[in-house]
Each structure stands twice: as structure tokens, then as C-alpha cells.
């Protein structure tokens, strides 16, 4: 879906980034922090016992790379998301939230002083629609 009205797309995208965000905090808890997409796909990976390079060939990338994502040293595109969902066989929505977590995260993560507050925010703006 695009959006061409630059006032409706950061409204929509801050409103999936808040949603994401607090839909992580309850869904992906372990031993009380918040797990990770990367963290997550490798658990998941690895209680399927899938080697690293299955997910490699259905992403169509070499299996150095796909270490990388893994380790969080590379980002990973929306589309391969859905194919490593597909893959280990998780909700596409699940996957996709905690990927928008992460890149939610990875914004505020240095303005922790106000990061709540432009949450809060973003949260406001939704509901007004």
C-alpha cells in the first residue's frame, strides 16, 4: 500500500511502530526482556533444527549473510521477513511486529529521555483518526 499524503504516512507508521512496540513487550518476554527478531528467529531456527544455511537458500542469499542477519550486523528487508515466517512457520503478523519493534527500538534507543513521551504522542495521533 502506498501513501502519498506525507501526513498520513507518518501517522500510519508512527501508529504501527507504538502498536508494535507495546505488542512486543507483552508477546516476546523471556526471563523479563524483551527478545529481539533476530534473537527470536535464531530460537526459533535452531528449535526446528534447521541449519542457518536452509534459511540462506530460501532467502536466496549466501549463508555468510544470512549469519549476519542473525547476529544483527545486517538488516533484513520486509520481504524476507515474510519468507523466513513462511519458513520457520510462524504468524507473518508476529514476525513482522517484532521487526518493526526492533527498528522502533533502534530509533528511540538514543533519545531514552524523551522516547516515551514521543510514544505517547505518536499513540495520540492514532487515536484521533
Same mark, same amino acid.
Not at 3 to 17: E, G, K, P
Not at 28 to 38: A, E
Not at 88 to 108: C, G, R, T
Given at each position: 500500500?502506498y501513501?502519498?499524503?506525507?501526513d498520513?504516512?507518518?501517522?500510519t507508521?508512527?501508529?504501527?511502530?507504538l502498536?508494535i512496540?507495546y505488542?512486543?513487550?507483552?508477546?516476546s518476554r523471556q526471563?523479563?526482556k524483551i527478545?529481539?527478531?533476530?534473537e527470536?528467529?535464531?530460537?526459533?531456527?535452531e528449535?526446528?533444527?534447521?541449519?542457518q544455511?536452509?534459511?540462506?537458500e530460501?532467502?536466496? +542469499?549466501?549463508?555468510?549473510?544470512?549469519?549476519k542477519i !542473525? $547476529?544483527?550486523e545486517?538488516k533484513v %528487508?520486509?520481504?524476507?521477513?515474510v519468507?523466513?515466517?513462511?519458513?520457520l512457520?510462524?504468524?507473518e503478523k508476529?514476525?513482522l511486529?517484532l521487526?518493526l519493534?526492533?527498528?522502533?527500538?533502534a +530509533?528511540?534507543a538514543?533519545?531514552?529521555s524523551?522516547? !516515551? $513521551?514521543?510514544?505517547?504522542?505518536a %499513540?495520540?495521533?492514532?487515536?484521533r483518526?
Amino acid at each position: 500500500m502506498y501513501i502519498c499524503d506525507v501526513d498520513n504516512f507518518f501517522t500510519t507508521y508512527a501508529c504501527c511502530l507504538l502498536n508494535i512496540y507495546y505488542i512486543c513487550q507483552i508477546v516476546s518476554r523471556q526471563n523479563n526482556k524483551i527478545m529481539l527478531f533476530t534473537e527470536f528467529i535464531r530460537q526459533s531456527r535452531e528449535q526446528l533444527q534447521l541449519p542457518q544455511r536452509k534459511l540462506a537458500e530460501a532467502l536466496d +542469499i549466501d549463508t555468510a549473510t544470512y549469519c549476519k542477519i !542473525e $547476529k544483527g550486523e545486517r538488516k533484513v %528487508k520486509k520481504e524476507q521477513v515474510v519468507v523466513i515466517a513462511q519458513v520457520l512457520n510462524i504468524e507473518e503478523k508476529e514476525l513482522l511486529s517484532l521487526w518493526l519493534a526492533d527498528q522502533v527500538s533502534a +530509533i528511540v534507543a538514543d533519545e531514552k529521555s524523551i522516547a !516515551e $513521551k514521543v510514544l505517547n504522542i505518536a %499513540k495520540d495521533n492514532i487515536n484521533r483518526e
